[in-house]
């Protein structure tokens, strides 16, 4: 998912000087909760989720494990704004011990009401987006049975691990009848129900638009001992927070959308045949393989574009996009777009194995489904607004790089959300300054850094959705740079390409990353990662005292100069400092930054006028350049007086700027 910082690019000489800056979150009124049930809704039929057998000669081995394998069937009420489906769901045991339990994830109860953990901690706002006021949804499970016909659904039980907030009903476990064997499987099938809300947080309606983001009973990621460093084997459960995306585990999805016959439906994978239509009803049927999620949007208004497209690390693969009418002349834009960004990961990275890729463009009033990733299908920015500038493709950029860095490489988004946000954002820069000539600007991106934390913190523990993206999208693309910077370019992407092609349709975390850059490296990071990883870091030096006296030497008079430099955050190799007279020349020096502080004595023919850490602003990791600089001579009323007045003026701006 992306985020953006608005206005940046006209305040970025200010935002330099950034000392600090805030985001509160209001919240809202308690509302009690909306009903359980939705059984008026017409069901699918049974004959409904029979999975068809479509052809799937581009994967002739599966590329992942192949967990979980899925076959929904859903009705679309466009007028009640509403879904009902039908699931049967296949769930192999990855672990080495009989599993007796399944834990599922019930996405849409984060919008049953204010109570739920989702709404208490956003307080109904994400990024510029908020929730409308007294649009809730939900999801209702109308049936759990086994493949036999069991009924399981008093065996039911919600479970609130992360907070205990009992009104909180986004996680559920069922109790089967007969463990589940290591290497076995087991068989459930789902009657359920949705009512979508309006578009927010991914999923809703806004007119006759519809976003079906996380909107099926979707099965927790069960991790064998040894994943992501476990110890034990077991479930992983989260709720769903207010920052957290999403983890899950790779299979086979085989659905069945049914929506009023003028609407037009994009979803993950690719038809398996043409879309029936009875005059009333319209039934299109997708299916993906090696993917951990199913979207899918509709639309009457969607006007459709496709265009094949092929690179040597591309085999074939249909661009699909699905444009709002609004944004009907900026077609060749976001396929643009689209083709360069698959060139240039699959160059990088590694191939793109899936046969299509969609974008859909939301409707004006829709961003709360905008700039979204899911498996093959994206979300660009509401068609509206300014399109002048490059924030247009970089939206796509971003999506599309998701399909990597989430898609395949499919990281815990709930405990380490920096292994998909950091990495995409640090290759969206790459594709921007390489197609579009626009450079990133690292030294006012680290000054956005007011309240950096470690990188590994679960999504919900960074307090609020302005830190949370602050340090897993900005500081975590700042660390990537930061490594660049140390090792070039081109050793980073093959950093970046082997992190890729070992950990690709599996579950990598932090420490998997870094032993594939000591590996390529052949370098211990372990402070590094210590500092700026494990550790929530910044560099930070500051001038803290400059002293100059006149001296008598060989009959002239010259000038000895004192200046005191400090370390207050992490370490940075090679810290440049420029020392600046009065006659216009400059002394260079390099300190290696690893004391608490130096002391640099010079004895010049002129004053010295100035004293700058890293005038070039080549320390990526560098946060606090407001006590980089130190001028020599300066009435201290008037430099006071400087200071105060910029930062209140840059504190104004800021009020202005939101994730």
């Known amino acids: 998912m992306i985020n953006r910082l608005s206005k940046r690019n006209t305040l970025w000489l200010l935002l330099i000087l950034l000392i600090a800056g805030t985001i509160t979150i209001a919240q809202f009124a308690e509302r009690?909760?909306?009903?359980?049930?939705?059984?008026?809704?017409?069901?699918?039929?049974?004959?409904?989720?029979?999975?068809?057998?479509?052809?799937?000669?581009?994967?002739?081995?599966?590329?992942?494990?192949?967990?979980?394998?899925?076959?929904?069937?859903?009705?679309?009420?466009?007028?009640?704004?509403?879904?009902?489906?039908?699931q049967s769901l296949t769930w192999k045991n990855p672990g080495s011990k009989p599993v007796s339990e399944l834990v599922f994830h019930l996405y849409p109860n984060a919008f049953q009401s204010k109570?739920?953990?989702?709404?208490?901690?956003?307080?109904?706002?994400?990024?510029?987006?908020?929730?409308?006021?007294?649009?809730?949804?939900?999801?209702?499970?109308?049936?759990?049975?086994?493949?036999?016909?069991?009924?399981?659904?008093?065996?039911?039980?919600?479970?609130?691990?992360?907070?205990?907030?009992?009104?909180?009903?986004?996680?559920?476990?069922?109790?089967?009848?007969?463990?589940?064997?290591?290497?076995?499987?087991?068989?459930?099938?789902?009657?359920?129900?949705?009512?979508?809300?309006?578009?927010?947080?991914?999923?809703?309606?806004?007119?006759?638009?519809v976003m079906a983001g996380q909107w099926f009973p979707k099965v927790a990621v069960y991790e064998p001992k040894g994943t992501r460093g476990r110890e034990e084997e077991g479930w992983n459960t989260h709720q769903y927070h207010g920052n957290s995306e999403f983890y899950s585990d790779f299979g086979m999805y085989n659905v069945r959308i049914q929506v009023p016959s003028n609407y037009t439906v994009a979803a993950t994978g690719f038809p398996t045949k043409p879309a029936s239509d009875d005059g009333t009803k319209k039934t299109y049927q997708f299916y993906a393989d090696d993917v951990h999620d199913f979207?899918?949007?509709?639309?009457?208004?969607?006007?459709?574009?496709?265009?094949?497209?092929?690179?040597?690390?591309?085999?074939?693969?249909?661009?699909?996009?699905?444009?709002?009418?609004?944004?009907?002349?900026?077609?060749?834009?976001?396929?643009?777009?689209?083709?360069?960004?698959?060139?240039?990961?699959?160059?990088?990275?590694?191939?793109?194995?899936?046969?299509?890729?969609?974008?859909?463009?939301?409707?004006?009033?829709g961003n709360g489904a905008g700039g979204?990733?899911?498996?093959?299908?994206?979300?660009?920015?509401?068609?509206?607004?300014?399109?002048?500038s490059?924030?247009?493709?970089?939206?796509?950029v971003h999506e599309i790089g998701h399909q990597y860095w989430y898609g395949m490489v499919a990281s815990n988004e709930f405990e380490e959300a920096w292994l998909d946000e950091g990495f995409t954002s640090y290759a969206e820069d790459l594709i921007m300054m390489s197609e579009y000539g626009v450079q990133p600007n690292f030294a006012i991106e680290s000054s956005y850094m007011t309240s950096p934390e470690p990188l590994k913190l679960a999504s919900w523990q960074y307090g609020g959705h302005s830190r949370y993206a602050e340090n897993v999208y900005t500081r975590a693309k700042l660390v990537l740079a930061g490594i660049e910077k140390q090792i070039g370019q081109k050793t980073m992407l093959r950093v970046m390409k082997t992190y890729f092609d070992r950990w690709k349709f599996k579950h990598p975390t932090t420490s998997d990353f870094q032993a594939v850059l000591e590996s390529v490296t052949k370098t211990s990071w372990a402070e590094y990662f210590d500092q700026f990883v494990y550790g929530g870091g910044m560099t930070d030096y500051s001038i803290e005292q400059v002293q100059t006296r006149p001296l008598k030497q060989d009959g002239?008079?010259?000038?000895?100069?004192?200046?005191?430099?400090?370390?207050?955050?992490?370490?940075?190799?090679?810290?440049?400092?420029?020392?600046?007279?009065?006659?216009?020349?400059?002394v260079e020096k390099v300190w290696d930054g690893r004391d608490p502080q130096v002391l640099y004595t010079i004895t010049s023919e002129a004053p010295l006028e100035w004293a700058a850490i890293d005038p070039q602003m080549t320390m990526i990791l560098e946060h606090k350049r407001i006590n980089n600089f130190m001028q020599v001579n300066v009435d201290d009323t008037w430099k006071a007086r400087l200071t105060i007045g910029i930062v209140k003026w840059i504190e104004i701006l800021l009020n202005g700027l939101a994730w």
Do not use: C
Request: hydrophobic share 35%; no cysteine; proline share 9%.
């Open 115 to 209: 109570k739920s953990t989702f709404l208490r901690e956003s307080g109904g706002k994400l990024r510029n987006d908020q929730m409308k006021e007294d649009s809730f949804g939900h999801m209702s499970l109308e049936s759990i049975q086994t493949e036999d016909g069991v009924d399981l659904m008093r065996s039911m039980q919600f479970i609130q691990p992360d907070d205990g907030n009992k009104q909180d009903q986004t996680l559920m476990k069922i109790r089967l009848p007969q463990p589940v064997n290591p290497g076995a499987e087991t068989t459930i099938k789902i009657r359920f129900s949705v009512k979508l809300p309006y578009v927010f947080a991914r999923m809703g309606y806004v007119g006759d638009f």
């Open 372 to 388: 979204m990733e899911y498996p093959t299908l994206v979300t660009g920015w509401e068609a509206s607004g300014d399109t002048d």
């Open 556 to 586: 002239k008079t010259v000038y000895e100069t004192a200046v005191l430099i400090k370390k207050n955050g992490g370490h940075y190799m090679d810290v440049p400092v420029r020392f600046h007279f009065t006659d216009g020349s400059d």
């Open 295 to 365: 979207a899918w949007a509709a639309s009457p208004n969607f006007i459709y574009y496709e265009e094949p497209f092929s690179a040597p690390n591309v085999p074939g693969v249909k661009i699909k996009l699905y444009l709002d009418p609004a944004h009907e002349a900026l077609k060749d834009r976001y396929i643009y777009a689209a083709k360069r960004s698959l060139a240039k990961y699959s160059e990088w990275f590694g191939t793109y194995p899936y046969s299509t890729l969609s974008i859909v463009i939301p409707p004006p009033g």
């Open 32 to 86: 009690p909760e909306s009903p359980a049930s939705l059984s008026a809704l017409n069901e699918p039929s049974a004959q409904a989720l029979e999975p068809p057998a479509p052809a799937v000669n581009d994967t002739p081995k599966p590329l992942s494990k192949r967990i979980v394998e899925y076959h929904i069937s859903v009705q679309l009420d466009a007028e009640q704004k509403t879904l009902a489906g039908a």
């Open 390 to 396: 490059f924030e247009l493709e970089r939206v796509i």
